[in-house]
């Protein structure tokens, strides 16, 4: 059992709330990001539950054990929780092979000798590394170096994987075959893993679930595609993807979470779901930029979710051009696949695409 429970943890360094009291439970064999900028606090978390830091308050627990108890004063050093912790840097030993690599931590540990060469085999399989056993790092790439300093954590067995931005030295294509690698592995091993990045397409490809992090906090604790569809913020909504925002005024809200928006320029706008706030409560509706059609006629409509604006600026993208259109002196971000010349246009969107958030 390697179920990990989190519970109002805070890591304060003088003045700077690093964590701020976070809650959160990873389930065995889960996958979890931790999701946000820069800055945010998703190291100091991952270091915490590795023991590589004391908290200044907070529980920690893995499969029963306590790791960290602030108030009872408990405190596991971090060799004794059985954390696999890879970095961004893969920190694997130049004058070393890979086999020393792997060796090295387990003779510390007084693994015995035919324990050592089962446990190096297999996890250098596992990372189909197999055949680099006798190489130097420096002769091997970025994202084969990555696979090896994987493999020197899961010869320990870890009850735990922490991984901080492991493919971020990556370039792009290597990091989305490595995502795609690394999502099988965990998948084979069925091992709890808690994955930071502030990539948020690899956060929506990898997690079961997204914690999404900001200031210390997190923010929202969901799977990537209710993250995606029903952002709990402003911040969410602009951080997973980009949204644009239209001020407005709650007018109605059903039972089931659709709602009716007055925006400020007096256009009613439907929404698939809204938070459950009062009539009249400022919000925002967040429409993302691939979800708004741009068109040179009126679309046939029933008057809700049209804007009329001019297009102020136009950018080729490759496969699609992005426009920013000035509507009634709101600025909106539109991307599609259409060419468009003439400024004048109507912008509209389905109620399917459009969520209530609050400023
Ligand atoms: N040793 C430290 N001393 C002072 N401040 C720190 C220390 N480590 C981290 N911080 C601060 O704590 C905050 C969170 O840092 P970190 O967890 O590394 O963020 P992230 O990994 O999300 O980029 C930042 O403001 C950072 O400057
Ligand atoms: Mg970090």
Known sequence: MSELIV????????????????????????????????GCGKSTTLFAIAGLDTPTAGVIRVGGRTFFDGGQGILVPPEKRNCGLVFQSYALWPHMTVMDNLAFPLRIRKVSAADRKRRITTALELVEMGEYIQRFPHELSGGQQQRVALARTLVFEPALLLLDEPLSNLD???????????????????????????DQIEALALSDRIAVMNKGSIVQLASPQEIYTRPSGAFVADFIGSSNFLRGRMKQRNSDGDAEVILESGLLVRTIWAPDVKEGTEVLVAVRPEHIRLTAAQPIANGANLLTGCITARSYLGARYQYTIDAAGTSIMVETEDSLDQPEVYASFDPEHAVVVLP
């Open 7 to 38: 519970e109002n943890l805070a890591k304060h360094f003088g003045e700077v709330r690093a964590i701020d009291g976070i809650s959160f439970t990873v389930a065995e064999g889960e996958f979890l990001t931790l999701l946000g900028p820069s």
């Open 172 to 198: 792009a294509k290597l990091r989305i075959k490595a995502r795609n690698w690394l999502k099988e592995l965990q998948q084979q091993l069925g091992i709890t893993t808690i994955y930071v990045t502030h």
